[in-house]
């Protein structure tokens, strides 16, 4: 086994060969021979008693069977230790499927949290396991000189870039950098048919379809596809539409986020018992719960959850938390679970798409923009329903998960709390409707809760750019980036560059610091500070940050100013953030890891 393949420079001569088992290995070769005599002598055992002695004394055993058994044993007993070289669920997975072993990352999650992931195969192993991880592992490798560099997975070639301005390169060169590959991708696994697929990236006329003009104008005759970016920017962007919009969605959030409401979700209150006007809820539940709603109403209006499907929160959950099996493509059984809430998601989408739209004229201005773009292409309810929960799942997927940080920040830091308390609550009386409290909370009446809001955010964006090189492209000290190949920017080694955020030791850069966007507010401008890109940037910049910061500002106002919050256990541990998986935009917290708060009403 060769190892490692590591491009450090994209130079045709910065091919290096690193053979990492032998650097690895090199000074436990004492300790391992003994614990490889031990495997081999204890399978052998093993099969021998497990076969017919013949009467000549010899036993027949299948040797190649028992070769890799015994090859299956010693790397798992090398790489993660003993107690996985004998667990025989996992051997058994590696025995039935070799070639698939690591490439599915749900065979991969077999092995206990506490093993160390350890590259096997190229960087696949190590990159299906921790994404970012493998990146900053190979960022140190070179010297932490953040320059770019390469990673082989599968034989597939994949150039990771780390600074603003060969950032900035690839924002501008959208001639040689696309990302129409991965938008079709996702289309895909999302279930859009081919047929749909192919009509949207078609031009459509709009004198097609029966409609009498336009939705939007389109003189450069984009095709379907390129036209909803165009009408994502139309609705989110500042203007009437956006208006309109979050009119709508801070509206119902002042609406739910109440003592009364809480009830309205089994998932939220954890204790009834309201001895002393207190409440002992789940953090995350109740966050999750008032954004979730709110966004469904203002964007699809009330007949999805009122007429079709009163579950389908519950179910977009489910499939939310388990959507990086989506990413990798894992196929049943692993994905089961998370195929069963992504089709009953869907099918309530589909019966939504499919009721007449006189019932549901209170959807927002671009989901009835983007239903009446595709029915004008021939486009089917079940892909219209497919491409919108596909909206659906962006609008939702982020927000309430920055909230919940927000929050727990909060309430594990009382003196901060207070902070926050004092400026939202001057705030919310100084307010005359949800529109005026947005206004005040991000036009600086409280500079302290929006400097949480960044710092929040900084830690907890993790989003990926990614492009395919079509062209030859020059990067910062002559580096080529080669067609063929796939390239990420993965905005998180940005946002915790020591050297960026006052510090050269990257982990003080990853500790929350609530002073940090009070002490100079420039670092949140991305012109003045190009590593602040929480939400991407370029052609792929994401439309809805704007209602973003509106919605999640709001959210937290409410929560700090209309109750008091507390731990339910003062030495509760600080949630851990689940860094290892793919997500859209903001990292969730591990699993079954949450905010066990006490609450009760302000006077």
């Not at 497990?50 to 090398?78: C, Y």
């Not at 993660?80 to 690591?102: K, S």
């Not at 990067?475 to 980036?481: P, T, Y």
Request: glycine share 8%; hydrophobic share 45%.
């Amino acid at each position: 086994m060769d190892g490692l393949v590591v491009e450090d420079g994209m130079h045709s001569n910065g091919i290096v060969h690193l053979r990492v088992l032998g650097v690895m290995l090199k000074n436990s070769l004492n300790e391992l021979h003994s614990r490889l005599q031990m495997i081999v002598s204890e399978t052998l055992s093993s099969e021998v008693s497990n076969h017919t002695q013949k009467h000549d004394g010899w036993t027949e055993i299948p040797l190649f069977q028992i070769a890799k058994k015994i090859m299956a044993r010693a790397n798992s007993a090398t790489f993660f230790g003993d107690e996985i070289a004998h667990d025989q669920t996992f051997v058994d997975a590696a025995l039935e499927f070799p070639e698939e072993l690591f490439t599915s990352a749900e065979i991969l999650r077999l092995i206990p949290k506490w093993a160390v992931p350890v590259v096997v195969v190229g960087h696949a192993f190590s990159f299906f396991v921790d994404g970012n991880g493998t990146i900053s592992r190979g960022r140190h490798y070179f010297g932490n000189d953040r320059k770019p560099f390469a990673l082989t997975v599968f034989g597939a070639t994949i150039y990771v870039v780390l600074t603003a301005a060969d950032v900035a390169t690839v924002f501008r060169r959208t001639d040689a950098l696309t990302f129409d590959n991965y938008v079709t991708d996702i289309m895909m696994q999302i279930g859009l048919s081919p047929e749909a697929i192919g009509k949207m990236w078609q031009y459509q006329p709009a004198s097609t379809g029966g409609r009498k003009g336009p939705v939007i104008p389109n003189p450069g005759k984009k095709p379907l596809v390129h036209l909803s970016e165009a009408i994502f920017k139309y609705q989110l962007h500042p203007g009437k539409h956006l208006d309109k919009l979050q009119d709508v969605l801070l509206g119902r959030i002042h609406d739910i986020m109440t003592w009364e409401a809480m009830t309205l979700s089994s998932k939220v209150v954890l204790d009834h018992d309201n001895i002393g006007g207190c409440r002992r809820i789940s953090l995350l539940n109740w966050v999750q719960f008032v954004m979730l709603e709110g966004a469904t109403r203002a964007f699809f209006g009330n007949a999805l959850l009122d007429k079709v499907d009163p579950d389908i929160l519950d179910d977009f959950a489910s499939f939310d938390d388990q959507s990086w099996k989506l990413v990798y493509r894992l196929p049943p059984p692993w994905s089961s679970s998370m195929n069963r809430s992504l089709k009953r998601a869907k099918a309530s989408f589909t019966r939504y798409f499919e009721m007449p739209v006189d019932e549901r004229l209170d959807a927002c201005w671009m989901v009835r923009a983007m239903e009446s773009e595709m029915a004008a292409a021939g486009i089917q309810p079940s892909d219209i329903a497919a491409n919108l929960f596909l909206i659906y799942w962006v609008i939702n997927g982020n927000t309430w998960k920055l909230t919940f940080w927000i929050l727990a920040h909060l309430v594990h830091r009382p003196a901060l709390l207070q902070t926050v308390h004092h400026e939202v609550r001057a705030a919310m009386a100084a307010a005359e409707n949800p529109t005026d409290l947005s206004k005040l909370l991000e036009g600086g009446a409280c500079p302290a809760t929006v400097a949480v809001y960044h710092e929040a955010l900084r830690l907890t964006a993790s989003s990926m750019g990614v492009r395919d090189v079509v062209a030859p492209v020059i990067l910062s000290g002559g580096r080529q980036l080669r067609p063929g190949a796939r390239l990420l920017i993965p905005f998180r080694q940005m946002l915790t560059d020591g050297s960026v955020w006052e510090s050269n030791r990257d982990v003080d850069a990853e500790t929350f610091d609530a002073q940090r966007f009070l002490r100079d507010a420039g670092l949140a401008d991305a012109k003045r500070n190009p590593n602040y890109r929480p939400f991407g940037g370029g052609a792929t910049l994401c439309p809805g940050r704007f209602l973003a910061k509106r919605e999640v500002l709001t959210c937290v106002a409410l929560a700090v100013g209309r109750f008091r919050l507390g731990l339910a256990a003062g030495d509760a541990p600080f949630p851990q953030v689940e860094g290892r998986v793919p997500c859209l935009g903001v990292m969730k917290p591990l699993d079954k890891e949450d905010v066990a708060s006490l609450v009760s009403r302000r006077v």
